[in-house]
């Protein structure tokens, strides 16, 4: 596997190859914000897109940790924030009660916006939801890079891990109506971008920790194998939208998770520790949750009752 990534370091963007072990040296290369996107514009497979990043860039070596550096999310425009985030929704196996039949006609699956790039939270940062979340869920995803060109083609870039937070218990109470207010808690991913073919397989393990101690722990699987939608059909139906191809835009395309704690009747709480082992990859991402305050009742927030009006209540709800 071939693996890039980035990150700021003093003031400027840096980019590396693989995933540096604590404590070890790294060499890092100067780069741009458009030097990677232009090399995976320009094509020619892993070794072409590495030959671009790293030949005659400026160099400094660092060590793996070092609290100077700061990861990026794979190819985040940075100065523009041209960036999108969004999800397919229900499309792993175990949320079906059938096998998929590859003549079956393609009926594409929901699909939601989570946000912006900027939005997007690396490896030991909070992920921030709203003040009282009905039932928060993790969900341990593959996120598939493009980038457009200047004509607004598509060009994949690879894919990396993502931890898709979300209020199921929201979207449970209103599927076809509140899932979009569910989806607005942060998400996490590695700064790793492996510039492979999106993986068939993906195996690991969630670890839930409250106080220091395991509170929840179980599998995942995830990957083009537990997707019941052929991911080609997904991409492909997404990107015929305009919208989404605009020239110069990042998205991230969160595939869809297995079943996780939420199905096993656990409930994840303020300052929980949320681990995703992605042992298939040799890749950890770990945030802890973190409860927003109380939104604030002056005239910049519609209220009800003095208090932030929920979805369906009130003038809301009209």
Not at 188 to 209: C, H, M, Q, Y
Not at 211 to 230: K, L, Q, V
């Amino acid at each position: 596997m071939s693996i890039i990534f980035e990150c700021e370091y003093r003031g400027h963007r840096y980019a590396g190859l693989g995933k540096p072990s604590h404590g070890e040296p790294v060499t890092l290369y100067r780069v741009t914000d458009d030097t990677l996107r232009d090399a995976v514009i320009a094509g020619g497979g892993a070794a072409a897109v590495i030959a671009a990043v790293t030949e005659g860039a400026a160099t400094v070596t660092v060590t793996a940790g070092d609290p100077g550096v700061r990861h990026l999310p794979p190819l985040l425009p940075t100065g523009t924030g041209n960036a999108l985030v969004s999800g397919f929704m229900g499309t792993h196996r175990s949320k079906f009660d059938r096998a998929p039949d590859p003549a079956e006609e393609f009926r594409a699956p929901n699909w939601v916006i989570k946000g912006f790039g900027s939005w997007l939270r690396m490896p030991g940062e909070p992920l921030t939801v709203p003040a009282a979340p009905i039932a928060l869920l993790e969900e341990p995803e593959v996120a598939l890079v493009y980038v457009n060109d200047a004509d607004g083609t598509p060009h994949y870039a690879g894919y990396t891990f993502g931890n898709d937070l979300n209020d199921i218990g929201l979207h449970l109470q209103n599927p076809w109506g509140w899932t979009p207010y569910a989806k607005l808690c942060d998400t996490s991913l590695t700064p790793w971008l492996f510039l492979d073919e999106p993986p068939r397989t993906v195996a690991g393990r969630i670890v839930i920790e409250r106080a220091g101690a395991t509170a929840w722990e179980g599998p995942f699987a995830c990957g083009s194998d537990a997707i019941y939608h052929r991911v080609p059909d997904m991409v492909g139906n997404l990107f015929s939208y305009p919208a989404v191809r605009r020239p110069g835009l990042v998205n991230y395309l969160l595939l869809g998770a297995d079943k996780a704690s939420y199905h096993d009747g656990f409930t994840i709480a303020d300052g929980d520790r949320l681990t995703i082992e992605v042992t298939s990859h040799d890749v950890v991402l770990s945030n802890v949750v973190e409860y927003a305050a109380e939104a604030g009742t002056g005239q910049a927030v519609l209220a009800t009752s003095g208090s932030a009006a929920r979805p369906g209540s009130g003038a809301a709800d009209r």
